[in-house]
Structure formats: C-alpha cells, structure tokens
C-alpha cells in the first residue's frame, strides 16, 4: 500500500492559485493517483485523477513527475467555496484491497 | 454519472439500541466496497473492505460483532451498529467501486447516540 503524505493545512486568499502537494513514494506501478474534496458531514468528491504528466479539468490540473512519488493538486482562483479537507489517494487497478486515507489538507481561503 | 445512495443522513439513537445504515448504489454494480467512519477534524479511518457474496475483512480494533456489514448483493451494503454507545458516535461513510475502478462514495450518516 503506497502511504501518502500532505501538509496539514494550507491558508491562502481568494483569487489566489493553491497549490498542494502529495508525497507517495511507494507507488506502484499500477497505481493511478486521485484527488477528492470533503466538505464537512459530507462524503469526498472526486476532483482529479491521473498516472502519469499533466491532467486537466474544469476544475483543477494535476501534476505528476517522472517518478511518480509526488503530485500536485492545483487549484486556480480559489473561492471561499473551495474551503474544504483535500486527500490524495493513491489506489492500483485492479485493486480489491484496502483504500487506506492519508490525513488530508484542510485548505482554507480567507477572504 | 454513477450515484451512491446513503441513508439515513442522520440518526439520533438511544445507548443501547442497534442502528442500520444503508448503501445503495443506483446505476452500476460493484463487487467491492469499503466502510469507513470519520471523527470531527480527523480523515476517514477504513472500518471494513467488504466482497460481494463473501464475508467482510475488518481492520485491526474493529469489532466485527459490533458492526456488522452484509453485501448480499451487488447494489446494496448495509452497516448495523449493534448496541451502539456514545463512542461509536461518528460520521460513517459508504464506498463502492464501480466501473474502470473508479470510487464513489456516499454522502455519510452522521450518528450520534445518546
């Protein structure tokens, strides 16, 4: 199972580009990488996912290097909407065993 | 898209009492789903990995006894808190993996026992 690793919190303002790393330096090579979005006293959100480069949505990019041992969430022109806990899950296909959660960033945008 | 469908969202229950949770999923089938429950300010803690049509594998410090996970088919989960007390009150979240492996997760029940 590849652990991962984020910062805690991050603050940052509106308008502003977040940024937020993971460290998952066991990933396998089957392993896809996804971020999700809570909001409290609901349930996560799929944000992103990618394997390997770039990956671009409506709603965010997602950075992954070469090695695969870190990624990059990256949020533009945060809102006070986009307060919220952020978790990178690192999960391989075919994968029928545990989902194991890192602790998550709880970003939040101050006005 | 795929939808999960949890409820109740909220229960209120006296110490002592058993409460069900169920979980739907409304437009795929899955054979493989995951139960996790979630303090205030804490991440999801991975209470059970549950196979369709076999038994639940709990993680360490979970009582099987105490919650039970039937996945008797590939469209509903249920999670039963039997005799809960006020520690087990915690938010309980579903989460099914449906098509090309993706996740979807249900909107939790926050539990609260008295």
């Known amino acids: 199972l590849a652990k991962t690793t984020q910062p805690i919190s991050m603050d940052s303002y509106e308008g502003q580009e977040v940024n937020i790393t993971c460290s998952h330096n066991n990933i396998a090579t089957n392993d896809y990488i996804t971020w999700y979005q809570q909001f409290p006293s609901q349930g996560p959100r799929f944000i992103i996912q990618g394997y390997k480069t770039k990956v671009t949505n409506e709603v965010a990019s997602l950075f992954i290097p070469a090695d695969r041992k870190s990624s990059t969430l990256s949020l533009p022109r945060v809102s006070l909407s986009d307060t919220a806990v952020y978790y990178c899950l690192v999960d391989g296909s075919g994968n029928t065993g545990k989902l194991i959660f890192g602790q998550g960033t709880t970003l939040q945008v101050k006005p | 898209g795929a939808v999960v469908s949890q409820h109740p969202s909220w229960v209120i229950c006296k110490s002592g009492t058993s409460v069900k949770i169920e979980c739907r999923s409304l437009d795929f089938q899955a054979t493989t789903m995951f139960w996790y429950r979630q303090f205030p300010k804490q991440s999801l803690m991975l209470m059970a990995t549950?196979?369709?049509?076999?038994?639940?594998?709990?993680e360490q410090g979970v009582e099987k006894d105490k919650f039970l996970i039937n996945h008797a088919s590939l469209t509903l989960s249920t999670l039963t808190v039997t005799s809960a007390h006020p520690e087990d009150s915690s938010f309980y979240i579903c989460?099914?993996?449906?098509?090309?492996?993706?996740?979807?997760f249900g909107s939790g029940t926050q539990l609260s026992v008295l």
């Open positions: 989460t099914y993996r449906g098509p090309n492996e993706k996740l979807f």
């Open positions: 549950s196979n369709e049509g076999s038994k639940a594998t709990y």
